[in-house]
């Protein structure tokens, strides 16, 4: 069975090891990890059946050679500080704060890396096309995300422009820009735009829409290719143990884990 760490035990982290507790995913859950170690600590003891050591630094959890897939489920700072020592102590590496494989500093990594860096679907859906694309170059991909102004009004973003959001009667476009200037901008809530990025390889315009009568989180992709023109649209739920997290969002992760799970160990 694969050894799996967590590192990140808050809202996804702990849906993602309720998962593993749950036998959802075949795998044992040997560390959690939060710079926060109380919350990793409350996190092992609500477990049923897993035994997650609390680790003390990622050094525990790149040492250990039992561990072959971690999960960061933490922040893109966490991506920056420990995607490098994992990936060279040969584990897999799955990444939810996608928004982190935009940085320039951790170009490198995806360069030599790639193959065990994996980046779920998050939100989304229709990225195996988008990859398929890209073998052909895709020309140019544009998302626009709606949600809620009560959504967006608490992000640093909309903050820092002093935009008041709380009495809009018609839809406002917040922001527009290109992915990586979104996944800066809204580093928690645009994955999406660094994941269209990662699978196009192509420019995405993306732009961020509060929208009064958005009463889901709506995710709208074209992406434009030689090979044919994708359109796609998501209205994404909010997870039923945790509204912060898109139901889908944790789905995919989940169904991504089930999937490295299952392979043979090389
Ligand atoms: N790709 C996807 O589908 C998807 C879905 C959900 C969340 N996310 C991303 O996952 C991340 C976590 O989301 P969340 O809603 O669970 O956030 P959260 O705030 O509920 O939990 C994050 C946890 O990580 C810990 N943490 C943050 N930085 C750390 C670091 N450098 N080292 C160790 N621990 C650290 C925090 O203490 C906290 O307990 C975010 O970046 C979010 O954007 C991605």
New binding site residues.
């Given amino acids: 069975m694969k050894g799996l760490a967590i590192?990140?035990?808050?809202?996804?982290?702990?849906i993602i090891a309720k998962a593993v507790d749950e036998g959802l995913v075949e795998a044992e859950l040997r560390y959690l990890?939060?710079?926060?170690r109380s919350?990793a600590e409350r996190l092992a003891a609500s477990l049923h059946r897993q035994k997650p050591r609390v680790a003390s630094g990622i050094a525990e959890v790149a040492g250990d050679p039992r561990v072959s897939i971690v999960v960061?489920?933490?922040?893109?700072?966490?991506v920056v500080?420990?995607a490098e020592r994992l990936l060279e102590a040969g584990k897999e590496l799955v990444?939810?704060?996608?928004?982190a494989l935009l940085k320039p500093e951790v170009k490198p990594l995806l360069d030599k890396h790639w193959s065990r860096i994996h980046?779920?679907?998050?939100?989304l859906a229709g990225l195996d096309a988008v990859k398929a694309m890209a073998l052909i170059g895709v020309d140019r991909v544009e998302l626009t995300t709606r949600k809620h102004p009560s959504k967006l009004a608490d992000t640093p973003y909309v903050k820092s422009r002093g935009l008041d959001l709380s009495r809009l009667e018609k839809p406002l476009v917040v922001f527009e820009g290109t992915a990586a200037e979104a996944v800066e901008a809204f580093?928690?809530?645009l994955?999406?735009a660094a994941?269209l990025a990662l699978a196009s390889n192509a420019p995405v315009y993306v732009k961020v829409v509060a929208d009064p009568s958005a009463e889901r989180n709506i995710h709208e992709v074209t992406v434009y290719s030689e090979a044919s023109t994708l359109f796609l649209r998501v209205e994404n739920v909010p997870h039923p143990d945790?509204p912060?997290?898109?139901y889908l969002?944790?789905l995919?992760?989940v169904s991504l884990l089930r999937d490295l799970c299952m392979r043979k160990a090389s």
């Fill in positions: 590192i990140g035990c808050g809202a996804i982290g702990g990890l939060d710079a926060d919350k960061e489920a933490a922040s893109q700072e966490a500080q420990y990444v939810l704060s996608v928004g980046v779920p679907s998050g939100a580093p928690r809530s994955n999406v994941a945790n912060r997290t898109s969002a944790a995919s992760v």
